[in-house]
Protein backbone atom coordinates (compact mmCIF):
# COMPACT_ATOMS: atom_id res chain seq x y z
CA UNK A 1 0.00 0.00 0.00
CA UNK A 2 1.25 4.00 -0.95
CA UNK A 3 0.78 7.18 -0.21
CA UNK A 4 -0.37 9.16 -3.31
CA UNK A 5 -1.56 12.49 -3.98
CA UNK A 6 -3.38 14.14 -6.82
CA UNK A 7 -3.57 17.17 -7.72
CA UNK A 8 -6.37 18.79 -9.52
CA UNK A 9 -7.37 22.67 -10.46
CA UNK A 10 -8.97 25.01 -7.74
CA UNK A 11 -12.51 23.96 -7.00
CA UNK A 12 -12.42 20.49 -8.79
CA UNK A 13 -11.01 18.28 -5.41
CA UNK A 14 -14.58 17.02 -4.79
CA UNK A 15 -15.32 15.82 -7.95
CA UNK A 16 -11.53 13.83 -8.22
CA UNK A 17 -12.01 12.46 -4.87
CA UNK A 18 -15.10 10.58 -6.13
CA UNK A 19 -13.41 10.09 -9.08
CA UNK A 20 -10.48 8.09 -7.20
CA UNK A 21 -12.96 6.59 -5.22
CA UNK A 22 -14.34 4.83 -8.11
CA UNK A 23 -11.40 3.85 -9.03
CA UNK A 24 -10.41 1.60 -5.97
CA UNK A 25 -8.67 4.60 -3.84
CA UNK A 26 -8.99 4.39 0.00
CA UNK A 27 -9.08 7.18 2.66
CA UNK A 28 -9.66 9.99 -0.31
CA UNK A 29 -9.05 13.39 1.94
CA UNK A 30 -9.72 16.39 -0.42
CA UNK A 31 -7.44 19.43 0.12
CA UNK A 32 -7.33 22.98 -1.90
CA UNK A 33 -4.74 22.16 -4.46
CA UNK A 34 -6.06 17.87 -4.63
CA UNK A 35 -6.53 14.97 -3.01
CA UNK A 36 -4.55 12.76 -0.90
CA UNK A 37 -5.07 8.98 -1.09
CA UNK A 38 -3.94 5.60 0.03
CA UNK A 39 -3.59 2.34 -2.57
CA UNK A 40 -1.77 -0.40 -4.58
CA UNK A 41 0.54 0.78 -8.16
CA UNK A 42 -2.55 -0.70 -9.78
CA UNK A 43 -4.87 2.04 -8.02
CA UNK A 44 -1.88 4.72 -9.62
CA UNK A 45 -1.92 3.12 -12.67
CA UNK A 46 -5.67 2.98 -13.48
CA UNK A 47 -6.19 6.80 -12.16
CA UNK A 48 -3.33 7.87 -14.81
CA UNK A 49 -5.21 5.95 -17.43
CA UNK A 50 -8.94 6.88 -16.26
CA UNK A 51 -8.87 10.20 -13.93
CA UNK A 52 -10.75 12.88 -16.32
CA UNK A 53 -10.32 15.55 -13.66
CA UNK A 54 -6.53 15.55 -11.91
CA UNK A 55 -3.86 16.96 -13.37
CA UNK A 56 -0.76 14.99 -11.30
CA UNK A 57 -0.52 11.54 -9.72
CA UNK A 58 2.08 12.01 -7.32
CA UNK A 59 3.69 8.88 -5.11
CA UNK A 60 5.08 10.20 -1.68
CA UNK A 61 8.81 9.11 -0.81
CA UNK A 62 9.77 11.05 2.41
CA UNK A 63 8.75 13.35 4.42
CA UNK A 64 10.70 15.50 7.11
CA UNK A 65 11.86 18.70 8.57
CA UNK A 66 13.02 21.66 6.32
CA UNK A 67 13.05 24.96 7.66
CA UNK A 68 16.59 26.02 6.18
CA UNK A 69 18.23 25.15 3.04
CA UNK A 70 20.95 22.48 4.92
CA UNK A 71 17.62 20.57 6.89
CA UNK A 72 16.55 20.65 3.50
CA UNK A 73 19.27 19.08 1.79
CA UNK A 74 19.56 16.32 4.42
CA UNK A 75 16.08 15.11 4.35
CA UNK A 76 16.01 14.25 0.56
CA UNK A 77 19.77 12.59 0.97
CA UNK A 78 17.84 10.48 3.52
CA UNK A 79 15.45 8.44 0.79
CA UNK A 80 17.28 5.35 -0.69
CA UNK A 81 16.91 7.16 -4.27
CA UNK A 82 18.53 4.38 -5.59
CA UNK A 83 14.94 2.42 -4.91
CA UNK A 84 13.71 4.69 -7.65
CA UNK A 85 15.91 5.53 -10.50
CA UNK A 86 18.85 4.29 -12.04
CA UNK A 87 22.64 5.35 -12.50
CA UNK A 88 21.80 6.45 -15.99
CA UNK A 89 18.43 7.87 -15.35
CA UNK A 90 17.74 11.73 -16.31
CA UNK A 91 15.61 13.77 -14.13
CA UNK A 92 14.13 16.77 -13.41
CA UNK A 93 13.26 18.71 -9.70
CA UNK A 94 9.54 20.85 -9.67
CA UNK A 95 9.15 22.21 -6.20
CA UNK A 96 6.07 24.26 -4.37
CA UNK A 97 6.70 26.76 -1.37
CA UNK A 98 4.31 27.75 0.70
CA UNK A 99 4.26 29.66 4.14
CA UNK A 100 8.04 28.32 4.74
CA UNK A 101 11.33 29.94 5.40
CA UNK A 102 12.42 28.96 2.08
CA UNK A 103 10.68 31.07 0.13
CA UNK A 104 12.49 31.15 -3.60
CA UNK A 105 10.93 27.50 -5.13
CA UNK A 106 14.08 27.23 -7.62
CA UNK A 107 16.36 27.94 -5.25
CA UNK A 108 14.69 24.35 -3.07
CA UNK A 109 14.40 23.01 -6.84
CA UNK A 110 18.32 23.15 -6.74
CA UNK A 111 19.08 22.22 -2.89
CA UNK A 112 17.21 18.58 -4.07
CA UNK A 113 18.81 18.09 -7.51
CA UNK A 114 22.03 18.19 -5.26
CA UNK A 115 20.97 15.77 -2.84
CA UNK A 116 20.43 13.73 -4.89
CA UNK A 117 23.24 13.80 -7.38
CA UNK A 118 25.86 13.81 -3.98
CA UNK A 119 24.05 10.27 -2.69
CA UNK A 120 24.72 9.13 -6.32
CA UNK A 121 27.61 10.31 -6.25
CA UNK A 122 28.94 8.94 -2.91
CA UNK A 123 27.29 5.92 -3.97
CA UNK A 124 28.34 4.94 -6.96
CA UNK A 125 30.94 7.88 -8.47
CA UNK A 126 28.32 8.73 -10.94
CA UNK A 127 25.64 11.47 -11.20
CA UNK A 128 22.32 11.02 -12.68
CA UNK A 129 21.90 14.39 -15.81
CA UNK A 130 19.40 16.67 -15.63
CA UNK A 131 16.87 17.34 -18.64
CA UNK A 132 14.01 19.15 -18.31
CA UNK A 133 12.12 18.12 -21.26
CA UNK A 134 10.39 14.60 -19.99
CA UNK A 135 13.01 13.40 -17.97
CA UNK A 136 12.81 9.65 -17.21
CA UNK A 137 11.94 10.68 -13.35
CA UNK A 138 10.20 13.58 -12.34
CA UNK A 139 11.21 14.49 -8.57
CA UNK A 140 8.40 16.86 -7.01
CA UNK A 141 8.91 18.69 -3.19
CA UNK A 142 6.29 20.13 -1.67
CA UNK A 143 7.57 23.11 0.79
CA UNK A 144 4.74 24.02 3.45
CA UNK A 145 5.31 25.48 7.00
CA UNK A 146 8.87 24.13 7.44
CA UNK A 147 7.93 20.55 6.34
CA UNK A 148 9.08 19.27 2.75
CA UNK A 149 7.00 16.34 1.30
CA UNK A 150 8.91 14.58 -1.45
CA UNK A 151 7.08 12.48 -4.30
CA UNK A 152 8.04 11.32 -7.43
CA UNK A 153 5.27 12.41 -10.61
CA UNK A 154 4.06 9.16 -12.24
CA UNK A 155 2.59 11.28 -14.46
CA UNK A 156 5.61 13.47 -15.42
CA UNK A 157 3.08 16.15 -17.56
CA UNK A 158 -0.11 17.40 -16.59
CA UNK A 159 -2.69 14.66 -17.81
CA UNK A 160 -4.94 17.74 -19.06
CA UNK A 161 -2.26 16.69 -22.05
CA UNK A 162 -4.55 13.97 -23.27
CA UNK A 163 -2.84 14.18 -27.20
CA UNK A 164 -5.35 15.23 -29.22
CA UNK A 165 -5.14 18.82 -28.16
CA UNK A 166 -2.60 20.47 -30.67
CA UNK A 167 -3.95 23.76 -31.52
CA UNK A 168 -5.44 25.72 -29.63
CA UNK A 169 -8.46 28.68 -29.78
CA UNK A 170 -7.86 32.45 -28.35
CA UNK A 171 -8.31 31.22 -24.82
CA UNK A 172 -8.66 27.54 -25.03
CA UNK A 173 -10.05 25.71 -21.49
CA UNK A 174 -7.65 22.89 -20.10
CA UNK A 175 -9.07 19.78 -20.84
CA UNK A 176 -8.92 18.09 -17.49
CA UNK A 177 -11.35 21.32 -16.16
CA UNK A 178 -13.85 21.15 -18.98
CA UNK A 179 -14.02 17.62 -17.92
CA UNK A 180 -14.90 18.94 -14.66
CA UNK A 181 -17.60 21.60 -16.03
CA UNK A 182 -19.14 18.25 -17.61
CA UNK A 183 -19.20 16.04 -14.95
CA UNK A 184 -20.89 18.80 -12.69
CA UNK A 185 -23.38 19.27 -15.20
CA UNK A 186 -24.09 15.41 -14.85
CA UNK A 187 -23.25 14.81 -19.00
CA UNK A 188 -22.07 11.23 -17.82
CA UNK A 189 -26.02 10.38 -16.86
CA UNK A 190 -27.46 12.28 -20.08
CA UNK A 191 -24.63 10.15 -22.21
CA UNK A 192 -25.36 7.16 -20.77
CA UNK A 193 -29.33 7.92 -22.15
CA UNK A 194 -28.18 8.66 -25.62
CA UNK A 195 -28.83 12.36 -25.04
CA UNK A 196 -27.13 15.32 -27.35
CA UNK A 197 -24.14 17.21 -27.03
CA UNK A 198 -23.91 20.68 -28.34
CA UNK A 199 -21.04 23.70 -27.86
CA UNK A 200 -22.45 27.29 -29.67
CA UNK A 201 -18.74 28.49 -29.23
CA UNK A 202 -16.91 25.71 -29.86
CA UNK A 203 -13.03 27.27 -30.01
CA UNK A 204 -10.82 24.25 -29.95
CA UNK A 205 -13.96 21.41 -29.37
CA UNK A 206 -12.61 20.56 -25.95
CA UNK A 207 -16.12 20.10 -24.74
CA UNK A 208 -17.17 18.15 -27.26
CA UNK A 209 -13.84 16.12 -27.56
CA UNK A 210 -13.98 15.39 -23.67
CA UNK A 211 -18.27 14.84 -23.79
CA UNK A 212 -17.15 11.64 -26.31
CA UNK A 213 -14.73 10.23 -24.23
CA UNK A 214 -16.77 10.22 -21.12
CA UNK A 215 -19.68 8.91 -23.59
CA UNK A 216 -17.70 6.27 -25.46
CA UNK A 217 -16.27 4.94 -21.87
CA UNK A 218 -13.08 5.98 -23.57
CA UNK A 219 -10.11 6.66 -20.90
CA UNK A 220 -8.57 10.09 -21.38
CA UNK A 221 -5.23 8.46 -20.80
CA UNK A 222 -4.91 6.20 -23.44
CA UNK A 223 -3.87 8.51 -26.35
CA UNK A 224 -0.67 10.00 -24.64
CA UNK A 225 2.96 8.88 -25.81
CA UNK A 226 4.75 9.80 -22.40
CA UNK A 227 4.36 8.96 -18.39
CA UNK A 228 7.47 9.35 -16.43
CA UNK A 229 6.23 6.48 -14.50
CA UNK A 230 7.82 4.20 -17.09
CA UNK A 231 11.31 5.82 -16.30
CA UNK A 232 10.99 4.59 -12.59
CA UNK A 233 12.74 1.53 -10.80
CA UNK A 234 8.97 0.53 -9.67
CA UNK A 235 6.87 0.57 -13.24
CA UNK A 236 5.23 -2.66 -13.51
CA UNK A 237 4.98 -2.50 -17.48
CA UNK A 238 3.20 -6.00 -17.14
CA UNK A 239 0.27 -4.31 -15.32
CA UNK A 240 0.36 -1.61 -17.45
CA UNK A 241 -0.53 -3.53 -20.65
CA UNK A 242 -3.03 -5.57 -18.91
CA UNK A 243 -4.77 -2.38 -17.56
CA UNK A 244 -4.13 -0.59 -20.67
CA UNK A 245 -5.92 -3.58 -23.25
CA UNK A 246 -8.72 -3.34 -20.49
CA UNK A 247 -9.35 0.28 -21.61
CA UNK A 248 -9.18 -0.39 -25.55
CA UNK A 249 -11.63 -2.92 -25.05
CA UNK A 250 -14.03 -0.71 -23.43
CA UNK A 251 -13.66 2.13 -25.64
CA UNK A 252 -14.70 -0.34 -28.29
CA UNK A 253 -17.92 -0.94 -26.82
CA UNK A 254 -18.77 2.49 -25.43
CA UNK A 255 -19.01 4.07 -29.25
CA UNK A 256 -22.50 2.24 -29.73
CA UNK A 257 -24.12 4.10 -27.60
CA UNK A 258 -23.30 7.82 -28.53
CA UNK A 259 -25.97 10.78 -29.06
CA UNK A 260 -25.06 13.20 -31.56
CA UNK A 261 -22.60 16.07 -31.23
CA UNK A 262 -22.47 19.44 -32.49
CA UNK A 263 -20.59 22.71 -32.09
CA UNK A 264 -20.15 25.91 -34.02
CA UNK A 265 -17.78 28.75 -34.03
CA UNK A 266 -17.71 31.83 -35.60
CA UNK A 267 -13.93 31.75 -37.03
CA UNK A 268 -13.22 29.89 -39.66
CA UNK A 269 -9.93 29.29 -37.71
CA UNK A 270 -11.28 27.93 -34.53
CA UNK A 271 -13.33 25.52 -36.86
CA UNK A 272 -10.64 24.15 -38.26
CA UNK A 273 -8.52 23.89 -35.20
CA UNK A 274 -11.63 22.10 -33.27
CA UNK A 275 -12.31 19.50 -36.22
CA UNK A 276 -7.99 18.92 -36.68
CA UNK A 277 -8.61 17.83 -32.96
CA UNK A 278 -11.65 15.94 -33.25
CA UNK A 279 -10.26 13.69 -35.59
CA UNK A 280 -6.96 13.08 -33.87
CA UNK A 281 -9.15 12.24 -30.61
CA UNK A 282 -10.76 9.49 -33.05
CA UNK A 283 -14.47 11.09 -33.45
CA UNK A 284 -14.40 12.12 -37.09
CA UNK A 285 -17.30 10.38 -37.76
CA UNK A 286 -19.00 10.97 -34.52
CA UNK A 287 -18.85 15.20 -33.66
CA UNK A 288 -19.79 18.23 -36.24
CA UNK A 289 -18.47 21.43 -36.04
CA UNK A 290 -18.91 24.37 -38.14
CA UNK A 291 -17.77 27.93 -39.40
CA UNK A 292 -21.12 29.95 -38.15
CA UNK A 293 -22.69 32.43 -35.77
CA UNK A 294 -24.10 30.34 -32.68
CA UNK A 295 -27.25 32.44 -33.66
CA UNK A 296 -27.94 29.78 -37.01
CA UNK A 297 -27.24 26.79 -33.87
CA UNK A 298 -30.61 24.20 -34.15
CA UNK A 299 -30.86 21.43 -32.09
CA UNK A 300 -29.71 18.07 -33.24
CA UNK A 301 -31.90 15.32 -34.79
CA UNK A 302 -31.93 12.38 -31.83
CA UNK A 303 -34.22 9.45 -32.73
CA UNK A 304 -32.53 8.27 -29.33
CA UNK A 305 -33.90 10.96 -26.85
CA UNK A 306 -35.12 14.04 -26.61
CA UNK A 307 -32.65 15.16 -24.10
CA UNK A 308 -29.69 17.43 -24.37
CA UNK A 309 -27.20 19.55 -22.94
CA UNK A 310 -25.94 22.68 -24.19
CA UNK A 311 -22.38 23.64 -22.63
CA UNK A 312 -20.93 27.23 -23.63
CA UNK A 313 -17.42 28.59 -22.35
CA UNK A 314 -18.34 32.57 -23.55
CA UNK A 315 -15.75 35.48 -23.43
CA UNK A 316 -16.31 37.22 -20.10
CA UNK A 317 -13.81 40.12 -20.86
CA UNK A 318 -10.81 38.59 -19.29
CA UNK A 319 -8.72 37.87 -22.04
CA UNK A 320 -10.95 37.93 -25.20
CA UNK A 321 -13.84 40.24 -26.29
CA UNK A 322 -14.31 43.74 -24.75
CA UNK A 323 -17.03 43.81 -21.69
CA UNK A 324 -19.49 46.52 -23.55
CA UNK A 325 -20.00 44.33 -26.05
CA UNK A 326 -20.47 41.33 -24.24
CA UNK A 327 -23.81 42.01 -22.68
CA UNK A 328 -25.62 41.84 -26.13
CA UNK A 329 -23.64 38.59 -26.72
CA UNK A 330 -25.18 37.59 -23.84
CA UNK A 331 -28.53 38.82 -24.42
CA UNK A 332 -28.07 37.21 -27.99
CA UNK A 333 -27.49 33.93 -26.25
CA UNK A 334 -29.98 33.66 -23.87
CA UNK A 335 -32.63 34.65 -27.31
CA UNK A 336 -31.19 31.18 -28.57
CA UNK A 337 -31.73 29.36 -25.58
CA UNK A 338 -35.43 30.37 -24.77
CA UNK A 339 -36.38 30.14 -28.86
CA UNK A 340 -35.06 26.74 -30.15
CA UNK A 341 -33.32 24.88 -27.25
CA UNK A 342 -36.39 24.17 -24.63
CA UNK A 343 -36.27 20.77 -22.37
CA UNK A 344 -32.06 21.42 -22.67
CA UNK A 345 -30.06 21.50 -19.76
CA UNK A 346 -27.25 24.05 -19.59
CA UNK A 347 -24.33 25.10 -18.22
CA UNK A 348 -22.48 28.69 -18.53
CA UNK A 349 -18.89 28.73 -17.63
CA UNK A 350 -17.88 32.64 -17.10
CA UNK A 351 -15.49 34.77 -15.18
CA UNK A 352 -17.97 37.29 -14.76
CA UNK A 353 -21.32 35.93 -13.75
CA UNK A 354 -23.35 39.38 -13.92
CA UNK A 355 -23.13 38.97 -17.58
CA UNK A 356 -25.79 36.29 -17.04
CA UNK A 357 -28.67 37.96 -15.61
CA UNK A 358 -28.23 39.06 -19.48
CA UNK A 359 -29.36 35.69 -20.92
CA UNK A 360 -32.92 35.93 -19.57
CA UNK A 361 -33.27 32.16 -17.42
CA UNK A 362 -32.91 31.30 -13.97
CA UNK A 363 -29.75 29.71 -12.92
CA UNK A 364 -30.65 27.18 -10.29
CA UNK A 365 -27.35 26.45 -9.42
CA UNK A 366 -24.10 28.29 -9.17
CA UNK A 367 -20.65 26.44 -8.86
CA UNK A 368 -17.05 28.62 -8.14
CA UNK A 369 -14.75 27.13 -9.99
CA UNK A 370 -11.22 28.06 -10.98
CA UNK A 371 -9.83 29.08 -15.20
CA UNK A 372 -6.39 29.42 -13.90
CA UNK A 373 -5.58 32.04 -11.67
CA UNK A 374 -9.22 33.34 -12.56
CA UNK A 375 -12.34 32.63 -10.15
CA UNK A 376 -15.35 32.00 -12.28
CA UNK A 377 -19.16 30.53 -11.78
CA UNK A 378 -20.42 27.65 -13.20
CA UNK A 379 -24.39 29.12 -14.06
CA UNK A 380 -26.82 25.45 -13.79
CA UNK A 381 -30.01 26.42 -16.56
CA UNK A 382 -33.16 24.30 -17.14
CA UNK A 383 -34.03 26.02 -20.40
CA UNK A 384 -38.26 25.77 -19.30
CA UNK A 385 -40.83 28.27 -19.21
CA UNK A 386 -41.12 28.32 -15.93
CA UNK A 387 -37.34 29.86 -15.53
CA UNK A 388 -37.73 32.77 -18.19
CA UNK A 389 -37.52 36.22 -16.92
CA UNK A 390 -37.33 39.54 -19.08
CA UNK A 391 -33.65 40.33 -19.18
CA UNK A 392 -32.70 44.35 -18.72
CA UNK A 393 -31.62 45.91 -22.08
CA UNK A 394 -27.69 45.12 -22.65
CA UNK A 395 -27.05 49.34 -22.34
CA UNK A 396 -27.55 49.04 -18.76
CA UNK A 397 -24.75 47.08 -18.00
CA UNK A 398 -21.95 48.72 -16.07
CA UNK A 399 -18.51 47.09 -16.45
CA UNK A 400 -16.60 46.13 -13.90
CA UNK A 401 -14.15 48.70 -12.26
CA UNK A 402 -10.52 47.68 -13.24
CA UNK A 403 -7.15 48.70 -11.77
CA UNK A 404 -6.00 51.75 -14.13
CA UNK A 405 -3.29 50.87 -16.80
CA UNK A 406 -0.61 53.24 -16.79
CA UNK A 407 -1.47 55.78 -19.42
CA UNK A 408 0.99 55.80 -22.09
CA UNK A 409 2.51 59.06 -23.59
CA UNK A 410 4.26 59.37 -26.77
CA UNK A 411 6.98 62.07 -26.94
CA UNK A 412 6.04 65.17 -28.58
CA UNK A 413 6.68 65.05 -32.21
CA UNK A 414 8.71 68.82 -33.48
CA UNK A 415 8.61 67.56 -37.44
CA UNK A 416 6.00 69.08 -37.93
CA UNK A 417 6.77 72.96 -36.51
CA UNK A 418 8.75 75.78 -37.79
CA UNK A 419 12.49 76.34 -36.30
CA UNK A 420 12.37 79.19 -34.04
CA UNK A 421 15.26 79.94 -31.40
CA UNK A 422 14.75 78.32 -28.37
CA UNK A 423 16.72 80.83 -26.39
CA UNK A 424 13.50 83.12 -26.55
CA UNK A 425 11.36 80.38 -24.52
CA UNK A 426 11.70 82.00 -21.87
CA UNK A 427 12.41 85.66 -22.25
CA UNK A 428 9.46 87.95 -20.40
CA UNK A 429 7.41 89.19 -22.89
CA UNK A 430 7.23 86.07 -25.33
CA UNK A 431 3.81 85.24 -26.00
CA UNK A 432 3.74 81.23 -25.35
CA UNK A 433 1.55 78.88 -28.05
CA UNK A 434 -0.72 76.25 -26.54
CA UNK A 435 1.18 73.43 -24.98
CA UNK A 436 4.55 75.16 -24.29
CA UNK A 437 6.38 75.21 -21.19
CA UNK A 438 5.02 77.85 -18.88
CA UNK A 439 7.30 80.84 -18.16
CA UNK A 440 9.02 80.81 -15.43
CA UNK A 441 11.24 83.80 -14.97
CA UNK A 442 14.50 83.39 -13.10
CA UNK A 443 14.56 83.92 -9.16
CA UNK A 444 15.59 86.87 -8.22
CA UNK A 445 18.21 87.03 -5.15
CA UNK A 446 18.15 90.87 -5.01
CA UNK A 447 16.73 90.55 -1.45
CA UNK A 448 19.16 88.26 0.29
CA UNK A 449 22.05 89.48 1.91
CA UNK A 450 25.22 89.88 -0.60
CA UNK A 451 27.16 86.03 0.07
CA UNK A 452 30.45 87.42 0.72
CA UNK A 453 28.77 89.51 3.78
CA UNK A 454 28.24 87.03 7.10
CA UNK A 455 24.78 86.37 8.32
CA UNK A 456 25.79 86.51 11.48
CA UNK A 457 27.09 89.20 13.94
CA UNK A 458 28.77 92.66 13.22
CA UNK A 459 31.36 93.01 10.68
CA UNK A 460 35.17 93.07 12.37
CA UNK A 461 37.64 96.29 11.98
CA UNK A 462 39.90 95.55 8.79
CA UNK A 463 37.70 92.54 7.78
CA UNK A 464 38.01 93.25 4.45
CA UNK A 465 36.98 89.49 2.64
CA UNK A 466 33.94 91.04 0.89
CA UNK A 467 34.00 91.60 -3.07
CA UNK A 468 33.27 94.99 -2.44
CA UNK A 469 36.44 95.95 -1.40
CA UNK A 470 38.89 98.35 -3.32
CA UNK A 471 40.35 95.96 -6.24
CA UNK A 472 43.68 98.43 -6.56
CA UNK A 473 44.73 97.75 -2.90
CA UNK A 474 47.51 96.26 -2.80
CA UNK A 475 47.64 91.98 -2.21
CA UNK A 476 48.67 91.10 1.00
CA UNK A 477 51.94 90.38 1.47
CA UNK A 478 52.96 86.80 2.45
CA UNK A 479 56.86 88.16 3.61
CA UNK A 480 55.88 87.74 7.18
CA UNK A 481 55.48 83.68 6.40
CA UNK A 482 58.49 81.68 6.58
CA UNK A 483 58.82 80.26 2.94
CA UNK A 484 57.62 77.27 2.28
CA UNK A 485 60.83 75.09 1.37
CA UNK A 486 62.03 75.58 5.57
CA UNK A 487 61.19 73.45 8.35
CA UNK A 488 58.56 74.98 10.66
CA UNK A 489 60.58 73.60 13.26
CA UNK A 490 64.33 73.84 14.71
CA UNK A 491 67.05 75.83 12.83
CA UNK A 492 68.29 75.01 9.72
CA UNK A 493 71.12 72.14 9.46
CA UNK A 494 74.57 72.92 7.75
CA UNK A 495 74.90 71.34 4.24
CA UNK A 496 70.58 72.26 4.24
CA UNK A 497 69.40 72.90 0.66
CA UNK A 498 66.31 71.47 0.07
CA UNK A 499 64.92 74.87 -0.97
CA UNK A 500 63.83 76.31 -3.81
CA UNK A 501 66.73 79.19 -3.51
CA UNK A 502 69.64 76.92 -4.20
CA UNK A 503 71.58 77.30 -7.66
CA UNK A 504 69.10 75.53 -10.26
CA UNK A 505 71.95 74.87 -12.24
CA UNK A 506 73.66 72.37 -9.63
CA UNK A 507 73.09 68.69 -10.66
CA UNK A 508 70.34 66.81 -9.01
CA UNK A 509 71.23 64.52 -5.94
Known sequence: MHEFFASAPKGVSALLAEELKALGAQSPVESAGGVHFRGTLETAYRALLWSRTASRILLIVGKFPAFDSDSLYEGVKSVNWADHMSKASTMAVDAVTMETSISNSHFAALRVKDAVCDQFRDKFRVRPTVELIRPRVRLNLYL?????????????????????????????????????????????????????????????????????????????????????????????????????????????????????????????????????????AGFADLIRVRARDFSELRPPENPRSDKGLLVVNPPYGERMGEESELASLHARLGELLRAHFPGFSAGVFTGNPTLGRFLGITAHKQEDLYNGPIPCKLLHLKIAEANFFEPPAPETFVPRVREPEAEFRPRRDFSGEPERDRRDDHRPGRVRETGDTPYRPRRDFGDKKPWEKKSFGPPREGDDRGRDRDSSAPRRDFGDKKPWEKKSFGPPREGDDRGRDRDSSAPRR
Request: aromatic residues 6%; glycine residues 14%; charged residues 25%.
Open 144 to 280: SQDQGVMSIDLAGEGLHKRGYREEGGEAPLKENLAAAILMALGWPGLAAEGASLVDPMAGSGTFLVEGALMATDTAPGLLREYYAAFGWKGHDQGLWDMLRAEALERASKGRERLGPMVGCDISPRAARSASGNIIR
